[in-house]
Each structure stands twice: as structure tokens, then as C-alpha cells.
């Protein structure tokens, strides 16, 4: 009889726990359809109700980094961060074997050197031990795991209790709210679909992206870029290393391009094992995760996000898993990104051809009746002149330097259609970047109270384009009417190469000291037609520079950004790529 009661009462307890086990389990799945709800308040708040459920002294889930488990979230605040190492650990058994592993004994020989104490902790000896394995699509992710100070504490219910708890875990790691989604969604959004000029919107929603990615939840990067695909290359668009945005990836030889390829996470547990790696952030790189960016139902690939680290093995388990939800939770951003940047090329380019075959149609129209007016104004101004020497004019200082300045503009104007036609002439030639930034600063008046200053590297290639030149002449122009007052002029000249890379870039930088682009006028300075110098200073302008300038990097399959601030100053930098020769590409041995 004593026997019978005794069953009963243990079915009745087990009865009970599986009670509490549905709530619990309810509980989860509540939460888990909070969809602004934290991942570390779900995560918390399962570890320390499993700690109850299971009457257990110690509960916690460790989240797998390589080859070691890390404590994420617990009931004892002092193993957060703990590293447990896989393969020769109690805990890590249950990965290797992907079983659930439940020990009476910890202190029993054959455990004891295997079992990993709790860090910091200095309370009753832990004896007995229950850890399940959690995984997300096959994948082991990490450990749920619970411990007593009681021999035997655990029976196969808790052993069910766990598994169905760490299912639970698993799907809050896939939905988990990993970052301000709706917040992102709205910037981007917000400045995708805002009117101003592509180039500077498509660099802040990538920008804005990265910035989220840096945010994640027990991601620990060392570095991440972001790749869109261009024909057969990958170009780096975003980066944590501003200078590499503009280099190109070959898809057919990179761990990038292999993820495109094949359309699936390429993950490296040592980059130094694998030949088409190619080393943009330094030697203290060890490992790399490239996670392809998919679209439709035939998946696909638009470009690449891509994480390194200077750990070992950073990437399998836990960090594969939320980069490739974040991956899959911001694809519409960046396919959106990516589409308004090629729309508004396209528009751009179309815009310019149609502008240049108008100005064509009327162009020896302009030319002849700009050789007409001009041409009179030189006549007047040498008769001025004339008269001045032969003392039947006063012959005053200021009036004499005037009547000099007026002839040069004038005979600087009439030798402009021949530049022209020069130029157009030369279709497509190589330019010495540094003997243009000469050429151009020749050919600008740079007032007394400005200085320049230049750094031009030398040796740098020769770039197949023309009337580069001119390009450097507005900019430094820009820069020049920016000062009224003066200030400083820096002008510097830069390749921008990774010895990997068979596709580098030049880059020129033109930097003043003046008054600076307001906010709300900096998106909109590419613009055609968009100007900021109105008839009160010196003429009005066209809204054509800046426009055309852009045009024709861009052309080039170059890249031109601008920073500004008020009162400062701003600085434009124009990259144009070259590609190396195949002597120059050093891939090191693996």
C-alpha cells in the first residue's frame, strides 16, 4: 500500500511539473509574440523560470562562439561572459553528441576534470548537472543548461522539461526583436524614398544599416563591410574601414564572391587555410563569415554582408545564425538601396546625354556670337589701354591693373571654344593625376588671402579619362568662392590599393577652411540646375558643376562624396578606380 501511495504521489508531482511546464512554455510563446520585446528580457526571464520549474540551483544559457560556449544570460550574474571550451567539457558534450547530457554526480572521477565550476561563485559545491543542446535549422547554437547543489537532482521529466524549453529558445533567437527594426526601417525608409540626390541618401541608409549591425546583441566584430554585386564584381559600398568603400571584389575569386556564387553563408574558421581569402583589415584577422544578400524565390544574389574577427572559429554556432536573420531582416533595405542608386545613375546619365546633345545643337551658334561680343569687348579694352600709354587717359594705378585683368579674361574667353574642341578631341586618354592638379591650379586666380597648400603622392597610375583637369578646377574654384574672407586651400593626391585587390583606386581630396554647407542644402549639391551662388556675389551659377562633375565620375565608375560643417569648412574626395597589373596582385600562401 505504502509502495502504491508513494507511485501515486510521483505521478501527481509529475503531473504538476508538466502543468507548470505548459505554462512556462505559454509564458514564452507570449512574449515571443511581442514583437518589440528585447531578446535579453525573454532570455532572462526563461533561465530564471526554468531555475524554478526544475528546482534547480543554477540555470543558464551559453551561447556557442567557435569552439567555446559563452555565458549569456543566467541566474548568477558572475559566469556572464565565462567561456567553457566545447570539446572537453561536460557541457559541450551535448554539442559534440547533440544529446542532452544529465550527469548525478559531477564529483564522481571521470567528471570532476571535465565539469566546468561557476566562475565567481562561492556558495554550496554543484553536484549534479543538466544541459540540452539548442538549435536553430541544424545548427548548434549553444547550451540551455541547469545544475544543483543535490546528487541525482534530475530525472528524464527534467530532461523533457529542457529539451522542450530549449526548442522554445530557438525560435526566440530567430524572431528575436535583435535590433530597433521599426526605428531602421523608418530612417532608411525615410531617406530612400526622400527627394535628395541618391549618392549622399544611399551613404546614410548604408550607413544607418552598419550602424545596426555594429549594435547587435553578442556579436563581437572586429570589422564588416557591406558588397553590392556590379556585373562581375563585388563593390564594397559600406565598410568599417571608410577607405576600402569603392574597391572591388572579384565574385570568381573571393570568400565574398563564393557566398554569391554558391548563394549560401561561406563561414572560415581560419582565414590563413583559405587562398581566395582576401586580408582588407590587417594580419590580426582570423576568421570571416560572408552571408550572401538573397532576393525572390530564386534566391537571388544582390550583393554580400560580410564580418570578420580576430578570433578563431568567431562565427559557427550562435553569430551565424543572427547575422544571417539581420541579413535577412534588412534585404529589402538594401534592395531598395540598391535600386534607387542604379535608377537615379541611370537618370543621371540619361539626363546628361540629353543636355549635352542640346547644347550641341546650339553650340556654334554660342560660340560664334560669344567670339563677336567678347572679341569687341578686347578691341575697347586695348583702345582703353592704348590711350592710357600714349597719356591721353590719366593714368591711374587701379584703372591700368583693371584694363590689364579685363584683357586677360577676355583673351582667356576667346581661347575656350579651342580648349574645347581640344578636349573633346582626346575622347579617352591617360592623365597624370598630379601634373592636372598643377594644370588646374595654373589656371585659377587664388586671391592673397587664401593659401594652398598640396600633398601629391607620387607615382601614382596613369588613369585613362579626360579633361580631368577641369574637374580639378571646379572643385578648387568651389573651394575658393567658399572663402571670401579667406583661409586655407589643401589639395592632396593618394592610391588607395589592398596588395589582394587587382582593382585599386585614385583618390583626390580638395579641402577648404570656408564657410561650410548648411544640413539642409548638403543632399541636394549634386543636383542639376541646384545652385548656391545667387546674383548678390559673384554672378549667378548655372547649377551645372557640381551636376556634371558627379556625371563624370560617376562615368568613370568612380565616386565622389562631400563633408561639411559650418564655419569649418568642407572636403570633397573623388576616387577613381584603376585596375592593377597582374604583377602588382600579391596573393600570399595560405
Not at 9 to 34: G, P, S, T, V, Y
Not at 71 to 100: E, F, H, M
Not at 237 to 248: I, M, Q, R
Request: hydrophobic share 45%.
Amino acid at each position: 500500500m505504502e509502495r502504491w501511495e508513494r507511485l501515486i504521489r510521483e505521478l501527481r508531482a509529475e503531473f504538476l511539473l508538466r502543468e507548470e511546464e505548459l505554462r512556462l512554455l505559454h509564458r514564452i510563446d507570449l512574449q515571443l509574440l511581442e514583437s518589440e520585446r528585447p531578446l535579453a528580457a525573454t532570455f532572462d526571464f526563461i533561465v530564471q523560470r526554468t531555475q524554478e520549474l526544475i528546482k534547480a540551483d543554477h540555470a543558464h544559457i551559453l551561447l556557442r562562439r567557435g569552439r567555446f560556449l559563452e555565458g549569456a544570460y543566467s541566474t548568477k550574474d558572475s559566469d556572464l561572459g565565462q567561456r567553457i571550451a566545447i570539446p572537453s567539457s561536460l557541457v559541450g558534450q551535448c554539442l559534440t553528441s547533440d544529446q542532452p547530457v544529465r550527469i548525478s554526480d559531477v564529483t564522481t572521477p571521470g567528471y570532476r576534470d571535465r565539469y566546468v565550476p561557476i566562475r565567481g561563485y562561492t556558495g554550496k559545491a554543484m553536484r549534479s548537472l543538466l544541459a540540452v543542446p539548442i538549435k536553430v535549422h541544424d545548427t548548434m547554437v549553444g547550451v540551455l543548461n541547469a545544475e544543483s547543489t543535490r546528487a541525482d537532482a534530475f530525472t528524464s521529466v527534467h530532461e523533457n522539461i529542457l529539451v522542450a524549453i530549449a526548442a522554445q529558445v530557438a525560435i526566440a533567437l530567430q524572431r528575436a526583436q535583435l535590433f530597433d527594426r521599426n526605428a531602421l526601417f523608418a530612417d532608411v525608409d525615410q531617406l530612400i524614398f526622400a527627394t535628395a540626390e541618391s549618392p549622399y541618401v544611399i551613404q546614410a541608409a548604408l550607413q544607418r544599416v552598419m550602424e545596426a549591425l555594429r549594435d547587435l546583441e553578442h556579436i563581437e566584430l572586429s570589422e564588416a563591410m557591406i558588397c553590392f554585386r556590379r556585373g562581375k564584381d563585388l563593390e564594397i559600398v559600406a565598410s568599417t574601414k571608410p577607405s576600402d568603400v569603392g574597391l572591388v571584389l572579384g565574385i570568381d575569386e573571393s570568400i565574398c564572391g563564393r557566398a554569391v556564387r554558391e548563394r549560401k553563408t561561406i563561414v572560415l574558421e581560419d582565414v590563413s587555410t583559405e587562398r581566395e581569402y582576401r586580408r582588407l583589415f590587417g594580419s590580426s584577422i582570423q576568421s570571416e563569415i560572408a552571408v550572401p544578400i538573397l532576393l525572390g524565390a530564386d534566391d537571388v544574389a544582390i550583393g554580400v554582408l560580410n564580418v570578420e574577427s580576430e578570433e578563431f572559429d568567431a562565427f559557427h554556432g550562435f553569430s551565424q545564425v543572427i547575422l544571417e536573420s539581420f541579413a535577412d531582416k534588412v534585404r529589402m533595405l538594401l534592395a531598395f538601396a540598391k535600386l534607387r542608386s542604379q535608377v537615379t545613375d541611370a537618370m543621371d546619365f540619361r539626363n546628361a546625354s540629353d543636355l549635352l546633345v542640346a547644347v550641341g545643337d546650339q553650340a556654334s551658334n554660342m560660340v560664334h556670337r560669344m567670339n563677336n561680343t567678347v572679341g569687341a569687348m578686347r578691341l575697347r579694352i586695348m583702345k582703353l589701354q592704348d590711350l592710357q600709354e600714349k597719356g591721353e587717359l590719366p593714368t591711374d594705378e587701379f584703372l591700368a591693373e583693371s584694363l590689364e585683368r579685363l584683357r586677360n579674361l577676355a583673351e582667356r574667353t576667346l581661347q575656350m571654344p579651342e580648349d574645347v574642341t581640344r578636349l573633346l578631341s582626346q575622347q579617352s586618354s591617360t592623365v597624370d593625376v598630379n601634373a592636372a592638379v598643377h594644370t588646374a591650379l595654373g589656371k585659377i586666380q587664388v586671391p592673397d588671402t587664401v593659401s594652398v597648400q598640396h600633398e601629391l603622392r607620387p607615382g601614382l597610375p596613369l588613369l585613362s579619362l579626360y579633361c580631368f583637369d577641369v574637374v580639378i578646377q571646379n572643385l578648387l574654384q568651389n573651394a575658393i568662392d567658399a572663402m571670401p574672407n579667406g583661409g586655407s586651400l589643401w589639395v592632396s593626391t593618394s592610391s588607395v590599393v589592398q596588395e589582394e585587390l587587382s582593382i585599386g583606386y585614385v583618390q583626390l581630396i580638395v579641402r577648404d577652411t570656408g564657410t561650410g554647407i548648411p544640413d539642409d542644402i548638403l543632399p541636394r549639391i549634386f543636383d542639376l540646375n541646384f545652385t548656391t551662388k545667387h546674383s548678390g556675389g559673384k554672378g549667378r551659377g548655372m547649377g551645372l558643376g557640381l551636376w556634371w562633375i558627379r556625371n563624370f565620375v560617376r562615368r568613370a565608375n568612380g565616386d565622389i562624396v562631400v563633408a561639411s560643417t559650418i564655419n569649418v569648412g568642407s572636403t570633397f574626395i573623388v576616387k577613381i578606380p584603376f585596375e592593377r597589373p597582374p604583377t602588382e596582385v600579391r596573393i600570399h600562401d595560405r
